[in-house]
């Protein structure tokens, strides 16, 4: 599990979501009310179909296909519910429903507040560390 979290709410706009997506190479963002509960979850392919694929909005619309710094906030294009994980989980469980789902990163709920994040690079560290102890004498 990654922490501390780095979310975003449903107000921010899409190119601060963009700025801290490419700025610190994460592949999606919880996205949180003010008290920190999870309300769903940014996947950078939503981000990338939001700014170069023009949705149900007008042609003439400025923002059609070209969202970066635009209007368009977090909560349009963001996904709901939010698929959220325990932490005592088991990896191997949490893994085949991220695959099933087409998920690169689960957020860990502890109360309905998100405490950590759980991505494909997790499971493949702790797959490396599980190996290489059982390597150990």
């Known amino acids: 599990m990654t922490t501390p979290v780095?979310?975003?709410t449903?107000?921010?706009?899409?190119?601060e979501a963009i700025a801290v997506l490419a700025g610190k190479g994460f592949t999606s963002l919880p996205v949180v009310d003010e008290t920190g509960r999870l309300l769903g979850v940014l996947e950078e392919d939503?981000?990338?179909?939001?700014?170069?694929?023009?949705g149900p909005r007008s042609p003439s619309d400025p923002d059609a296909g070209v969202l970066l710094?635009?209007?368009?906030?977090?909560?349009?294009?963001?996904?709901t519910p939010g698929a959220g994980?325990?932490?005592d989980t088991e990896l191997a469980?949490?893994?085949?429903?991220?695959?099933?789902?087409?998920?690169?990163?689960?957020?860990?709920l502890d109360h309905g507040r998100v405490v950590g994040v759980v991505t494909w690079r997790d499971l493949l560290?702790?797959?490396?560390?599980e190996t290489s102890s059982r390597d150990m004498p």
């Open 6 to 8: 780095v979310a975003v």
């Open 10 to 15: 449903p107000a921010a706009t899409l190119g």
């Open 46 to 54: 939503d981000v990338v179909l939001a700014c170069y694929v023009p």
């Open 69 to 79: 710094g635009g209007r368009t906030k977090v909560r349009d294009v963001m996904r």
């Open 85 to 87: 994980t325990h932490p």
């Open 93 to 108: 469980d949490l893994a085949e429903r991220m695959l099933e789902h087409r998920l690169r990163s689960v957020p860990v």
């Open 125 to 129: 560290r702790a797959r490396a560390t």
